[in-house]
Nanobody, 119 residues
Framework: QVQLVESGGGSVQAGGSLRLSCAASGLVFSSYCMEWYRQVPGKEREGVAAIEMNGDVKYVDSVKGRFTISRDNAKSTLYLQMNRLEPEDSAMYFC?????????????YGQGTQVTVSS
């Protein structure tokens, strides 16, 4: 049974930092593209960052230079370091796994962790 468990969310003031983690189990972590998505109520889920099996990374323009995605295959854990947070970053953040290369379709989502940024 595949599980993706996010942690590290919380409330922070604008300009602050948070580090999200996603612990994966039940899959061969190193064989998956891993991604972070976020969603605000009433809006579509948005892809924030992705990291390929080989470590290549991509970001949505709004977080470039502020967020860093990384992975530790030995620990089967995905991370998202979020710096210089803005109120617009407030959302539920989800990690996701795609077998193989990014773009092939999400196979698993986690339950999410809430991030709230106050001005």
């Amino acid at each position: 049974q595949v599980q993706l468990v996010e942690s590290g969310g919380g409330s922070v003031q604008a300009g602050g930092s948070l580090r999200l983690s996603c612990a994966a189990s039940g899959l061969v972590f190193s064989s998956y593209c891993m991604e972070w998505y976020r969603q605000v109520p009433g809006k579509e889920r948005e892809g924030v960052a992705a990291i390929e099996m080989n470590g290549d990374v991509k970001y949505v323009d709004s977080v470039k230079g502020r967020f860093t995605i990384s992975r530790d295959n030995a620990k089967s854990t995905l991370y998202l370091q979020m710096n210089r947070l803005e109120p617009e970053d407030s959302a539920m953040y989800f990690c996701a796994a795609e077998a193989g290369a990014c773009g092939s379709g999400i196979d698993y989502y986690g339950q999410g962790t809430q991030v709230t940024v106050s001005s």
